[in-house]
T-cell receptor
C-alpha cells in the first residue's frame, strides 16, 4: 500500500524567511498530491495541489514541486508570516476515481516574529 | 455557498456504546469520504461513498459502517466503542464527476470515549 514520509516533523522559521517541507512516497501509481494546512482545533484546509503531469505549481507565496522519478514532492512557503504557523500535511491519491487520500505525519511550522 | 457541515461538533460516549456521525457535503458534490484523525497524527481514510455506493474502505474493523443518502449526505456509525476510537472524525466532499480532484473537509466531530 501507499506510504508517505514527511520531514521535518517540526520547523521553526524567522518571519520573512522561507520554509520547505518534503514528502517521499513509494507507490508510483500516485498521481495527485495535495497539501493541507490545519490550524489548532480546525479542519484541514487545502492550500495547493499538483498532478503528476506537472513538475511545479505556484500560488502567490506557496509553491509545490514534484519529482516523480525520485518519488518526492515539496511545499515551499516564501516570505513567511505569523499566520502561516500551523500543522501542514502532505497527501497523495493513487488514481482518479479512488478518492482515498493517504496523509503524511504532519509538520508543525512555527513562524518566529 | 455553504461548505461541508458535520454534526454533532462534540460527543462523549462510554465504552461499548454506539455512535452516529453525520455529514452534509458541499452542494453539488456527490462523493463523501470519512477520515479518522487521532491527536497528533494525520487523517486516516475510513470510507468513501459516491452516488450512494461504497467506493473505498480503509483498514478499519467491521464495527465501522457508513451509508450515503439520496441527497448525498452521509452517516458514519461506530458500534461497540473502544477507548481507542477517541478521535476527530472528518468528512470530506468532492465532485469527481467534474474531473476535479480536490477534497474539502468539514469541521469534524470530536468523539471522546470514556
Amino acid at each position: 500500500g501507499e506510504n508517505v514520509e514527511q520531514h521535518p516533523s517540526t520547523l521553526s522559521v524567522q518571519e520573512g524567511d522561507s520554509a520547505v517541507i518534503k514528502c517521499t512516497y513509494s507507490d508510483s501509481a500516485s498521481n495527485y498530491f495535495p497539501w493541507y494546512k490545519q490550524e489548532l482545533g480546525k479542519r484541514p484546509q487545502l492550500i495547493i495541489d499538483i498532478r503528476s503531469n506537472v513538475g511545479e505549481k505556484k500560488d502567490q507565496r506557496i509553491a509545490v514541486t514534484l519529482n516523480k522519478t525520485a518519488k518526492h514532492f515539496s511545499l515551499h512557503i516564501t516570505e513567511t508570516q505569523p499566520e502561516d504557523s500551523a500543522v501542514y500535511f502532505c497527501a497523495l491519491r493513487p488514481d482518479f476515481g479512488n478518492e482515498k487520500l493517504t496523509f503524511g505525519t504532519g509538520t508543525r511550522l512555527t513562524i518566529i516574529p | 455557498d455553504a461548505g461541508v457541515t458535520q454534526s454533532p461538533t462534540h460527543l462523549i460516549k462510554t465504552r461499548g456504546q454506539q455512535v452516529t456521525l453525520r455529514c452534509s457535503p458541499i452542494s453539488g458534490h456527490k462523493s463523501v469520504s470519512w477520515y479518522q484523525q487521532v491527536l497528533g497524527q494525520g487523517p486516516q481514510f475510513i470510507f468513501q461513498y459516491y452516488e450512494k455506493e461504497e467506493r473505498g474502505r480503509g483498514n478499519f474493523p467491521d464495527r465501522f459502517s457508513a451509508r450515503q443518502f439520496p441527497n448525498y449526505s452521509s452517516e458514519l456509525n461506530v458500534n461497540a466503542l473502544l477507548l481507542g476510537d477517541s478521535a476527530l472524525y472528518l468528512c470530506a466532499s468532492s465532485d469527481p464527476g467534474q474531473g476535479t480532484y480536490e477534497q474539502y473537509f468539514g469541521p469534524g466531530t470530536r468523539l471522546t470515549v470514556t
